[in-house]
């Protein structure tokens, strides 16, 4: 049985309050706010701990650290990827329903479905960039 300490509880706060999934160094910093005695150490013990309950669930790209999120009644769910600063967004949008083919040597478990772009922040910076650049050239 999974104790439900305070160090635990921030870490599902944070998790749950994310419009994102996070890495754990990013679960780490914002859980701190709430419990700054926190450990790093402490989070990874955690996030197994919360993955093995499957109140977690991990989000695994390749060439992308693992982020976690919550696991809902929505299950899997569409992801944005910004391709400048690299974190991962949940896309809020209903997934439609896939049927999976029956293979003979494959079981399919599971699928993700991800977008490319640039998220708010990071085209926002550009634009800024951009105006300082046109202003300095003339």
Known sequence: MIRNTRQ?????RVIR?????????????????????LGLR???RHIR?????REIMGIDYPGQPVRYEVVDSRGSRPHLICRECR???????????IVYP???DFVIEG?????FGRCR??????????????????
């Open 87 to 97: 974190k991962v967004f949940d896309l809020p949008v209903e997934e439609p329903a």
């Open 8 to 12: 635990r509880e921030a870490l599902m």
């Open 121 to 138: 922040a990071c085209v926002e910076r550009a634009q800024r960039e951009s105006s300082g650049s046109d202003s300095a050239s003339r």
């Open 102 to 104: 029956k293979l003979q």
């Open 17 to 37: 309050e994310s419009s994102r999934p996070l890495t754990p160094p990013e679960i780490y910093e914002l859980a701190r706010v709430h419990y700054p005695k």
């Open 42 to 44: 402490t989070v990874y």
């Open 111 to 115: 699928h993700e479905v991800i977008y």
């Open 49 to 53: 701990d919360l993955l093995d309950s």
